[in-house]
């Protein structure tokens, strides 16, 4: 009857594992799907915008016109798209890390209450005379639990390092896009 038991349990974990995996599988198609959808999109975006300097260049009749092209706002606006475009990848890493996030902790949660359960049957089933040795394991089984929560905790710095880590190199691109304002320019006139 414990070996039934037992092969229950494991039976029914290895269907929860198998349903996690495909769970975390369908988050990352579906960030990958948003991923591919913003990239496309900005991509348009970009060709539109080179089709529209190119069609300003070539109109250009004199110097005057391609200085106007040259201001800074123009570099700023390119900027301030490439740093929306940051912070939408930025959401879509978020969402599916969040989403990672909780599978890991349910399925901490479920792994430990399914250890409990399992020992508490084991333990109720123990043979007379076996007490000492069922409060050594019971003992032993309440410090291993204690691994749960080292888990968890190690799974939550990870997923908060990796947060830290998409901020910083978004924080990075945004100091590689960004444009300095022109300093004004302060003349006196002779």
Do not use: W
Request: proline content about 2%; overall charge negative.
């Amino acid at each position: 009857m414990f070996q039934n038991q037992l092969n229950d349990q494991l039976s029914q974990a290895q269907t929860k594992a198998v349903e996690s995996a495909k769970y975390l599988a369908q988050v990352a198609v579906e960030s990958a799907q948003e991923l591919a959808e913003l990239n496309q999109a900005a991509a348009k975006d970009a060709l539109v915008a080179a089709q529209d300097a190119s069609a300003k260049l070539m109109a250009i009749k004199d110097a005057q016109e391609l200085t106007k092209l040259a201001q800074p706002e123009v570099a700023q606006d390119a900027a301030k798209y490439a740093a929306a475009y940051q912070a939408k990848v930025n959401k879509v890493m978020r969402n599916g890390n969040k989403e990672v996030a909780q599978v890991v902790d349910a399925s901490i949660d479920d792994a430990r209450a399914e250890m409990v359960n399992f020992v508490k049957e084991a333990t109720k089933t123990a043979p007379a005379g076996s007490e000492a040795f069922v409060a050594a394991f019971k003992t032993a089984f309440e410090t291993s639990l204690q691994q749960f929560d080292q888990v968890r905790a190690t799974a939550t710095d990870a997923f908060a390092n990796f947060e830290k880590s998409v901020d910083a190199a978004m924080a990075n691109m945004q100091g590689q896009y960004a444009v300095a304002k022109p300093a004004t320019k302060s003349r006196k006139s002779a």
